[in-house]
């Protein structure tokens, strides 16, 4: 069992829709959690970053991490179309690991007008 | 561009041939990671500097991939005797001392036909 796991989806929605994309993970030494997009052939791009459990808020975008259940989401309001990438969650512990990131899979989505 | 600058973004090489890519991280960025992903999965962890140092190395790293970041600036990846199974996107990373945000650049896609 892999120690992140995200639904690798695709996932389609309409302009205007709110997307919900989830990871879980079984390491509980993980302290730090990002969420990247990534478009075609390109490099991730970080979108958010959270310490613990919480929620953070950035624009459109919002971060929950519930370290009690192993369990973090990214929500999009307002989906669109350019918000069509492949999104990476990616964590990280403390001490030695401090910085190495474990990426889920990704999720596929795609945003139409 | 104050970005991570990747160097090939391409490279195409016959098996058993030598390749070495090259990561130029954001400035006073004082760690440096390299990540490897293939098609429809995450980025992999393969190893990290913090300055000149190289900390950690994955299981990944076969003794054919050796990497260097001389004067803790810029670093190389070399992989020895290409296989098939090398053709993947290498990523590189840079963060800045205790903070976990790390911010890739665009990617070394390798083919090896």
């Known amino acids: 069992q892999k120690e992140v796991e995200q639904d690798p989806g695709p996932l389609s929605v309409p302009e205007g829709a709110i997307v919900s994309l989830n990871c879980t993970y079984s390491n509980s030494a993980f302290q730090y959690f990002m969420w990247y997009r990534q478009y075609s052939r390109k490099g991730p791009e970080l979108l958010m970053y959270t310490y613990s459990s919480g929620n953070k808020e950035d624009g459109r975008f919002t971060a929950q991490v519930d370290k009690s259940s192993k369990y973090i989401s990214l929500f999009i309001r307002d989906s669109q179309p350019s918000d069509s990438a492949t999104y990476l969650c990616?964590?990280?512990?403390?001490?030695?690991?401090?910085?190495?990131?474990?990426f889920g899979q990704g999720t596929i989505l795609t945003v139409h007008p | 561009d104050t970005g991570v600058s990747q160097d090939p973004r391409h490279k195409i090489t016959k098996r058993g041939q030598n390749v070495t890519f090259r990561c130029d991280p954001i400035s006073e960025h004082n760690r440096l990671y390299w990540y490897r992903q293939t098609l429809g999965q995450g980025p992999e962890f393969l190893t990290y500097f913090q300055n000149e140092a190289q900390l950690e190395k994955s299981r990944l790293l076969s003794d054919r991939f050796s990497a260097e970041r001389p004067k803790g600036s810029f670093s190389t990846l070399e992989i020895q005797r290409t296989e098939q199974g090398d053709s993947a996107m290498y990523l590189c990373?840079?963060?800045?001392?205790?903070?976990?945000?790390?911010?890739f650049g665009q990617g070394t896609r390798l083919t090896v036909v």
């Open positions: 990616a964590m990280s512990g403390g001490g030695t690991s401090y910085g190495k990131l474990t």
């Open positions: 990373a840079s963060s800045y001392g205790g903070n976990t945000e790390a911010f």
